[in-house]
């Protein structure tokens, strides 16, 4: 899906234009932006004619993607080096991989009405190699628990600060209501390591397992994996809505918000979504409390940035740095509150959100959230010691395809089409063999 935002003058209906619109029309740069559709980068389309306004000598195109499929394209572009985008939305993953592959442009001249040391410093850190940013936050996240506060009071239940899985799994069954299309939890069940495999590898976290150990040997069918993966298929075969391995975020979205689900676990970047009357129906009934717990604290909750950056293959470099500076500035945050209020602004990346009285007057999950991103520690995820960085990824190339593949699996163990046994069996078998031909271990 593309979208145009467009400015033209012109006489009789735009059939005769001046000379000086003409060469103002021949000197404007397109750039091409590929972003994600959430709602927080929909509301980024809907105020680009301020960009626009203020730069009219650039045009923004946009190309809007599910998460998927958007990784894909993204990822092919600029490992070909094609140059059909130039500036595109991609998260704290590929970031050090990428710019290490000399893929991306460095934003090593800020100007100082920017504010980089205004960013919050964990999410400042994740796109950030060897002391260049090479990618500017547009939000952050880490995970949450949303439920329902309605009909947990209707029910005789109440949410503790941070549950436990047995908690939740007690509480799903008791708000599981399917005659009134009102499910105990929902859950990613959309197969992708973005999708499915973010959520699930934080309940393999806090169950005590881990992708690999120190010598990168696989663990996917330990105790552990087993126990987190037999948890979350009760979850959602049980209590969860039809049709599960369909619903990725978006999809989860819409449903609590539109009051179908009892408790949802996922992205903190949905509280302002879901607090808003103008898009959830339940938005005086939502409560919120930290993701839930098993066995350890380590890695329950994610750390996730998505962030704008500039490929190396672009030739509008300038052009598409002005926007990505413009739409991770302090002033879009401020644009963003004048236009659609302080519950809309992109949340997780600068410290004067969370300073500002109205942001917090306006967001009752603000601390909550700055809590859960600043207590996240992609360095030590695990109860156990591991080789890589990252809660929800390992931040090595072959866990895209690792992670792919593994949340395929995941989606045939919620459809029946294979045991938990038989298909942790296949994702270790899976992930040893691209770990062989990656060259793991490394020398």
Known sequence: MTFKHRTTQGLLGGLVLSASAVISAQAATEITIATVNNPDMVTMQKMAPAFEKANPGIELNW?????????????????????QYDAVMLSNYEVPIWSKNGWLVAFDDLPAAYKADDLLESVKDGLTVGGKLYALPFYAESSITYYRKDLFDKAGLSMPEQPSYDQIEQFAAKLNDPKTHTYGICLRGLPGWGENMAFFSTMVNTFGGRWFDMDWKPQLTTPAWKQAAG??????????????????????ETLFANGQ????????????????????????????????????????SWLYSWALAVPKSSKKQKAAKAFVEWATSQEYVKQVADKRGWVAVPPGTRHSTYDNKAYQKAAPFAGLVEKAIASADPKHPTAQPVPYTGIQFVDIAPFQAIGTRTGQIMAGILADQTSVDQGLAQAQAFTKRMMMQSGYPKK
């Open 261 to 300: 689900c009892g408790m949802w676990i996922d992205s903190t970047v949905a509280a302002g979504y879901l607090a808003d009357p103008a898009n959830s129906k339940v938005a005086e009934s939502t409560g919120f409390a930290q993701a839930p717990i098993a066995k350890t604290e380590r890695g329950s």
């Open 231 to 252: 948890t979350y298929k009760r979850l959602l075969t049980q209590y969860g809505p039809p049709g599960v391995t369909s619903n990725g975020f978006t999809e989860s």
């Open 63 to 83: 190309v809007t993607l599910p998460e998927n499929e958007l990784r894909q394209k993204v990822t092919t572009d600029i490992a070909s080096n094609a140059g």
